[in-house]
Protein backbone atom coordinates (compact mmCIF):
# COMPACT_ATOMS: atom_id res chain seq x y z
CA UNK A 1 0.00 0.00 0.00
CA UNK A 2 1.26 3.07 -1.10
CA UNK A 3 1.57 6.43 1.63
CA UNK A 4 2.68 9.69 1.85
CA UNK A 5 2.81 12.10 4.52
CA UNK A 6 3.76 15.76 4.39
CA UNK A 7 5.44 17.86 7.07
CA UNK A 8 6.45 21.08 7.53
CA UNK A 9 5.79 24.44 8.88
CA UNK A 10 2.21 25.50 8.92
CA UNK A 11 2.68 29.06 9.42
CA UNK A 12 6.16 31.17 7.51
CA UNK A 13 6.39 34.75 7.32
CA UNK A 14 6.77 36.42 4.10
CA UNK A 15 10.42 36.63 2.69
CA UNK A 16 10.90 33.48 4.56
CA UNK A 17 12.15 29.97 3.02
CA UNK A 18 9.62 27.09 3.06
CA UNK A 19 10.84 23.58 3.49
CA UNK A 20 8.24 20.63 3.22
CA UNK A 21 9.03 17.07 3.93
CA UNK A 22 7.24 14.24 1.97
CA UNK A 23 7.82 11.13 3.31
CA UNK A 24 6.31 7.72 2.00
CA UNK A 25 6.21 4.21 2.17
CA UNK A 26 5.13 0.97 -0.26
CA UNK A 27 7.26 1.65 -2.67
CA UNK A 28 11.21 2.04 -4.17
CA UNK A 29 12.49 5.02 -5.12
CA UNK A 30 15.07 3.19 -6.71
CA UNK A 31 12.29 1.73 -9.20
CA UNK A 32 12.63 2.88 -13.11
CA UNK A 33 9.98 5.43 -13.65
CA UNK A 34 9.19 6.29 -10.57
CA UNK A 35 8.30 9.94 -9.31
CA UNK A 36 7.50 11.94 -6.31
CA UNK A 37 5.60 15.62 -6.92
CA UNK A 38 4.38 18.47 -5.09
CA UNK A 39 1.45 20.26 -6.00
CA UNK A 40 -0.70 22.59 -4.29
CA UNK A 41 -3.96 24.17 -3.58
CA UNK A 42 -4.45 27.85 -2.64
CA UNK A 43 -7.80 28.61 -0.28
CA UNK A 44 -10.62 27.66 -3.24
CA UNK A 45 -8.56 27.49 -6.17
CA UNK A 46 -7.71 25.10 -8.67
CA UNK A 47 -4.39 22.93 -8.59
CA UNK A 48 -1.24 23.56 -9.46
CA UNK A 49 1.52 21.92 -10.18
CA UNK A 50 5.03 22.60 -8.93
CA UNK A 51 7.98 20.04 -8.99
CA UNK A 52 8.48 16.18 -9.99
CA UNK A 53 12.02 14.73 -9.16
CA UNK A 54 12.38 10.80 -10.53
CA UNK A 55 14.07 7.60 -8.76
CA UNK A 56 17.46 8.81 -11.45
CA UNK A 57 17.40 12.42 -9.74
CA UNK A 58 15.98 14.19 -12.87
CA UNK A 59 13.96 17.10 -11.87
CA UNK A 60 11.28 19.24 -13.65
CA UNK A 61 9.61 22.37 -12.25
CA UNK A 62 6.78 24.72 -12.72
CA UNK A 63 8.47 27.32 -15.14
CA UNK A 64 6.49 30.20 -13.27
CA UNK A 65 8.18 29.22 -9.92
CA UNK A 66 11.32 27.42 -11.30
CA UNK A 67 13.58 30.28 -9.62
CA UNK A 68 11.96 29.65 -6.34
CA UNK A 69 11.84 25.95 -6.44
CA UNK A 70 14.41 23.04 -5.28
CA UNK A 71 13.03 19.52 -4.50
CA UNK A 72 15.66 16.72 -3.52
CA UNK A 73 15.28 13.33 -1.89
CA UNK A 74 16.78 11.27 0.34
CA UNK A 75 16.48 7.10 -0.82
CA UNK A 76 17.79 5.90 2.54
CA UNK A 77 15.53 7.59 4.41
CA UNK A 78 12.09 7.83 2.17
CA UNK A 79 12.09 11.28 1.88
CA UNK A 80 11.61 13.81 -0.89
CA UNK A 81 12.31 17.52 0.47
CA UNK A 82 11.17 20.36 -1.17
CA UNK A 83 11.70 24.35 -0.59
CA UNK A 84 10.74 27.33 -1.86
CA UNK A 85 12.10 30.80 -0.88
CA UNK A 86 10.95 34.17 -0.71
CA UNK A 87 7.69 32.81 0.21
CA UNK A 88 4.75 35.19 0.09
CA UNK A 89 1.16 35.28 1.08
CA UNK A 90 -0.09 34.22 -1.89
CA UNK A 91 2.19 30.95 -1.95
CA UNK A 92 -0.77 29.74 1.15
CA UNK A 93 -2.19 26.85 0.37
CA UNK A 94 -2.41 22.98 0.58
CA UNK A 95 0.77 21.65 -0.36
CA UNK A 96 0.73 17.98 -1.44
CA UNK A 97 2.89 15.36 -2.31
CA UNK A 98 2.31 12.82 -4.89
CA UNK A 99 3.42 9.27 -6.30
CA UNK A 100 3.48 9.09 -9.72
CA UNK A 101 4.58 6.87 -12.65
CA UNK A 102 3.16 8.72 -15.21
CA UNK A 103 0.40 11.60 -13.75
CA UNK A 104 -0.32 11.30 -9.97
CA UNK A 105 -1.26 7.98 -9.27
CA UNK A 106 -1.59 8.35 -5.40
CA UNK A 107 -1.84 11.67 -3.03
CA UNK A 108 -0.57 12.34 0.38
CA UNK A 109 -3.61 14.01 2.57
CA UNK A 110 -1.74 17.60 2.13
CA UNK A 111 -0.60 20.07 4.65
CA UNK A 112 -1.77 23.75 4.56
CA UNK A 113 0.94 26.65 4.82
CA UNK A 114 0.09 30.02 5.27
CA UNK A 115 2.30 32.91 4.68
CA UNK A 116 1.34 36.12 6.90
CA UNK A 117 3.28 38.02 9.40
CA UNK B 1 -5.78 30.50 -15.19
CA UNK B 2 -5.87 27.07 -15.72
CA UNK B 3 -4.06 25.27 -18.76
CA UNK B 4 -6.80 22.95 -19.64
CA UNK B 5 -10.44 24.32 -19.30
CA UNK B 6 -13.37 22.69 -17.21
CA UNK B 7 -17.57 24.03 -16.41
CA UNK B 8 -17.05 25.28 -12.70
CA UNK B 9 -20.38 23.33 -11.94
CA UNK B 10 -22.15 20.83 -12.50
CA UNK B 11 -25.28 18.94 -11.34
CA UNK B 12 -27.53 16.04 -11.30
CA UNK B 13 -29.70 13.87 -9.62
CA UNK B 14 -29.86 10.36 -7.66
CA UNK B 15 -29.43 7.89 -10.69
CA UNK B 16 -28.94 10.32 -13.89
CA UNK B 17 -25.45 10.17 -15.79
CA UNK B 18 -23.63 12.97 -16.04
CA UNK B 19 -20.65 14.21 -17.93
CA UNK B 20 -17.85 16.87 -16.92
CA UNK B 21 -15.95 17.88 -20.16
CA UNK B 22 -12.41 18.99 -20.27
CA UNK B 23 -10.64 20.62 -23.04
CA UNK B 24 -6.78 21.38 -23.67
CA UNK B 25 -4.59 21.86 -26.70
CA UNK B 26 -2.82 19.98 -29.41
CA UNK B 27 0.17 20.29 -27.06
CA UNK B 28 -1.39 18.53 -23.48
CA UNK B 29 -5.08 16.39 -24.52
CA UNK B 30 -4.06 16.70 -28.31
CA UNK B 31 -0.65 14.73 -27.76
CA UNK B 32 -1.04 13.02 -24.27
CA UNK B 33 -3.15 10.98 -21.81
CA UNK B 34 -5.99 12.13 -19.47
CA UNK B 35 -5.82 11.54 -15.91
CA UNK B 36 -8.90 12.27 -13.80
CA UNK B 37 -9.05 12.78 -9.88
CA UNK B 38 -11.99 13.32 -7.26
CA UNK B 39 -11.67 15.46 -4.67
CA UNK B 40 -13.78 15.31 -1.45
CA UNK B 41 -12.90 17.81 0.98
CA UNK B 42 -10.42 17.44 3.41
CA UNK B 43 -9.45 14.49 2.11
CA UNK B 44 -6.39 13.25 -0.66
CA UNK B 45 -7.55 13.29 -4.43
CA UNK B 46 -8.15 9.99 -5.70
CA UNK B 47 -7.30 9.07 -9.27
CA UNK B 48 -10.27 8.01 -10.98
CA UNK B 49 -9.44 7.83 -14.40
CA UNK B 50 -5.91 7.12 -16.04
CA UNK B 51 -4.58 6.89 -19.65
CA UNK B 52 -7.58 8.62 -21.12
CA UNK B 53 -10.11 5.58 -20.02
CA UNK B 54 -8.55 3.44 -17.19
CA UNK B 55 -9.92 2.73 -14.02
CA UNK B 56 -7.55 1.68 -11.33
CA UNK B 57 -8.85 -1.03 -9.21
CA UNK B 58 -11.44 -0.18 -6.73
CA UNK B 59 -13.03 2.23 -8.65
CA UNK B 60 -16.59 1.62 -9.79
CA UNK B 61 -17.25 1.27 -13.27
CA UNK B 62 -19.91 4.05 -12.95
CA UNK B 63 -17.34 6.48 -13.74
CA UNK B 64 -15.85 6.60 -17.44
CA UNK B 65 -13.56 8.52 -19.63
CA UNK B 66 -13.08 9.40 -22.83
CA UNK B 67 -10.91 11.42 -24.87
CA UNK B 68 -11.46 12.93 -28.21
CA UNK B 69 -8.82 15.35 -30.01
CA UNK B 70 -8.28 18.15 -27.85
CA UNK B 71 -10.72 17.42 -25.34
CA UNK B 72 -11.75 14.45 -22.82
CA UNK B 73 -14.50 13.97 -20.82
CA UNK B 74 -15.45 11.83 -17.65
CA UNK B 75 -18.83 9.79 -17.31
CA UNK B 76 -20.55 9.43 -13.78
CA UNK B 77 -23.70 7.38 -14.23
CA UNK B 78 -26.22 5.90 -11.63
CA UNK B 79 -25.23 9.14 -9.87
CA UNK B 80 -25.20 8.78 -6.08
CA UNK B 81 -25.29 10.89 -3.26
CA UNK B 82 -21.39 10.35 -2.35
CA UNK B 83 -20.15 10.89 -5.70
CA UNK B 84 -20.74 14.81 -4.58
CA UNK B 85 -17.01 16.50 -5.00
CA UNK B 86 -14.77 18.31 -6.75
CA UNK B 87 -13.35 16.81 -9.81
CA UNK B 88 -10.11 17.52 -11.71
CA UNK B 89 -8.71 16.88 -14.96
CA UNK B 90 -5.11 16.34 -15.74
CA UNK B 91 -2.31 16.25 -18.24
CA UNK B 92 1.24 16.30 -19.39
CA UNK B 93 2.00 19.56 -21.70
CA UNK B 94 4.73 19.58 -23.66
CA UNK B 95 5.91 23.04 -22.66
CA UNK B 96 8.96 24.57 -24.42
CA UNK B 97 11.02 24.46 -21.48
CA UNK B 98 9.86 20.52 -21.39
CA UNK B 99 7.37 18.23 -20.06
CA UNK B 100 5.28 19.70 -17.55
CA UNK B 101 2.31 18.49 -15.18
CA UNK B 102 -1.13 20.80 -16.73
CA UNK B 103 -4.23 20.37 -14.56
CA UNK B 104 -7.66 21.97 -15.25
CA UNK B 105 -10.07 24.23 -12.48
CA UNK B 106 -12.05 21.70 -11.30
CA UNK B 107 -15.82 21.25 -11.68
CA UNK B 108 -18.02 21.08 -8.43
CA UNK B 109 -20.73 18.13 -8.78
CA UNK B 110 -23.40 18.83 -6.84
CA UNK B 111 -26.04 16.13 -6.36
CA UNK B 112 -29.64 17.67 -6.20
Known amino acids: QITLKESGPTLVKPAQTLTLTCTFS??????????VGWIRQPPGKALEWLAL???????RYSPSLKSRLTVTKDTSKNQVVLTMTNMDPVDTATYYC?????????WGQGTLVTVSS | QSVLTQPPSASGTPGQRVTISCSGS????????VYWYQHLPGTAPKLLIS???QRPSGVPDRFSGSKSGTSASLAISGLRSEDEADYYC?????????????FGGGTKLTVL
Open chain 2, 51 to 53: RNN
Open chain 1, 26 to 35: GFSFTTGGVG
Open chain 2, 26 to 33: SSNIGSNY
Open chain 1, 98 to 106: VYSRGLPDF
Open chain 2, 90 to 102: AAWDDNLSGPIWV
Open chain 1, 53 to 59: IYWNDDK
